[in-house]
């Protein structure tokens, strides 16, 4: 769990009304153990997050500034934040108040995902910061929506594998792309895989 609250005293599913504005809501199913989705609305304030699980952060009407492994990044509709375990980021400033949705993943059960592909998440690296393609954007939004109250297991357990199957699966990124994973290398160590960029429905980089 991140963030501020512990995570023993969240419920499956709740709300946290630290004022009148701004809404905390904590999403899970039994279906898909270890996978949490916190969704914030009306933010206004600046937040800082310590992930204990990988963690994706996807705004949908916030717009800020966030600070992770030594570098800034605004950050606004469309673009995704990734924090592996351990890793803390901070929104240092707040461009528009807005909505976001986080989703943390347990490590044990994104490695039984990955084993299908013959990935570890012991050796996967996320990068920092990417602009979504319009695939993973979907395959995100669907997990998101199988976490909330309707969806049968079926369709929990098939969003899942799809998101998965999206962030290793694809052609190699083009020469542009894979720069722009090298500099992410440089900035964060090591790095097995990345995240999908845009035009890039699969991105795996060395």
Not at 35 to 62: G, I, K, M, Q
Not at 79 to 102: D, K, M, Q, Y
Not at 160 to 173: D, F, R, S
């Amino acid at each position: 769990m991140t963030g501020d609250k512990s995570d023993q005293a969240l419920k499956n599913s709740g709300t946290d009304r630290g004022n009148s504005e701004e809404i905390v809501s904590f999403h899970r199913r039994q279906e898909l153990p270890g996978v949490e989705l916190r969704s914030l609305a009306n933010s206004a304030r600046a937040f800082r997050c310590y992930s204990t699980d990988f963690e994706l952060f996807a705004p949908t009407s916030w717009h800020g500034e966030i600070w992770h492994r030594r570098r800034h990044s605004r950050m606004d509709p469309g673009s995704l934040l990734c924090a592996h375990p351990g890793e803390v980021f901070l929104a240092r400033r707040v461009i528009t108040p807005g909505a976001g949705n986080f989703l943390t993943i347990d490590a044990r059960v994104l490695h039984e995902y990955l084993a299908d592909h013959q990935r570890s998440a012991t050796n996967l690296q996320l990068a920092a910061f990417t602009r979504m393609s319009t695939q993973l954007s979907e395959r995100l939004s669907d997990v998101f929506r199988v976490l909330q109250p309707g969806p049968n297991a079926l369709e929990i357990q098939s969003s899942m594998v799809e998101l998965v199957n999206v962030m290793v699966a694809g052609p190699k990124a083009s020469a542009t792309a894979c720069r722009h994973l090298r500099g992410d290398v440089a900035a964060a160590g090591n790095r097995a895989y990345a995240w999908p960029q845009p035009r890039d429905p699969g991105i795996a980089g060395a």
